[in-house]
């Protein structure tokens, strides 16, 4: 895909279709203005529930509802137009039934634009993926590390090592045939991740897993070097955004200090021509 080229949205099956293809593209954003820088770069955006710590300190995503999931969908859907959106289920919004899940689903989609949710879990929320793919709502699922999850897999530890591996197998499988169009493996060994993206005839995203998944997807504070609490070893920094940012709140404080911002050129006369 090239960056310049002006591009129509792509759709789930578009996205499932990439299989094996060129590496498919993807950012998490929670906001207009990201949403737009990002726009013409990737081919899916994720409202990620990683909002909750990276926008609003959040200890984890835990505490992340409904109501703030579909605020930051709708920021995200005013500056997408060339990317496909997706929204997480924050957790407790479908864990408890298909019916639950069909419901919040529907919401997110209805109420943000989403063109898919995503979901966390394997084989048992198999049953949860079919019964929404069913009625009309495409899932993207994702297994391994599952952060809803860290106080049962017991912190953010990586998945899938040794004969934990067959049950990643088995949650892969698992959401392969229950619809899902494509499929986010975190925090897995480069090995497990390469046999799952053989195995499955959908689309595996990495996040912490190998570069031969059939995309890669991080999150934007992250790599952009705005979130800085801590940095996981998978996150490679491509800008120090904070750093810049930092340093410009430092200097800006200085000036105001100094009484030399605001200068001539930022204040107005009292007579014409008036300019903005
Ligand atoms: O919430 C999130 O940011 C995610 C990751 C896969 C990027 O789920």
Redesign the pocket.
């Known amino acids: 895909m090239s960056a310049t080229a002006k591009k129509s949205a792509p759709l789930p099956d578009d996205i499932r279709a990439r299989k094996g293809g060129e590496p498919l593209v993807?950012?998490?954003a929670y906001t207009t203005p990201m949403a737009q820088l990002m726009d013409a770069h990737c081919d899916f955006v994720?409202?990620?529930?990683?909002?909750g710590m990276?926008l609003h300190g959040l200890p984890s995503?835990l505490g992340v509802t409904m109501e703030m999931m579909i605020l930051h969908g709708q920021a995200v859907s005013r500056g997408l137009s060339q990317s496909m959106m997706v929204i997480?289920m924050p957790f407790g919004s479908y864990e408890e039934s298909p019916e639950q899940a069909f419901r919040n689903a529907a919401r997110l989609m209805r109420e943000t634009g989403a063109a898919a949710v995503?979901l966390?879990g394997g084989v048992e929320m198999a049953p949860t993926i079919a019964f929404l793919v069913k009625r009309g709502v495409p899932v993207m699922a994702?297994i391994g590390l599952t952060?809803q999850s860290i106080n049962t897999l017991g912190g953010y530890k990586v998945q899938g090592r040794g004969a934990a591996g067959e049950a990643l197998m088995a949650d892969a499988r698992a959401v392969t045939d229950a619809g899902a169009f494509c499929v986010?493996l975190?925090k897995v060994p480069e090995v497990l991740a390469n046999a799952i993206t053989q195995d499955v005839d959908i689309p595996t995203?990495g996040?912490g897993a190998s570069a031969d998944c059939d995309g890669q997807?991080?999150?934007v504070d992250d790599m952009l070097g705005l979130f800085t609490a801590f940095k996981a070893k998978f996150v490679k920094r491509f800008a120090n955004l904070g750093e810049g940012a930092e340093a410009g709140i430092a200097a800006y404080a200085a000036e105001v200090r100094a009484r030399s911002f605001p200068a001539s050129e930022h204040v107005f006369g009292d007579t014409a021509p008036e300019t903005k």
Do not use: M
């Open positions: 993807s950012l998490t994720l409202v990620g529930d990683s909002v990276v995503t997480d995503k966390e994702h952060p986010v975190e995203i996040i997807i991080l999150v």
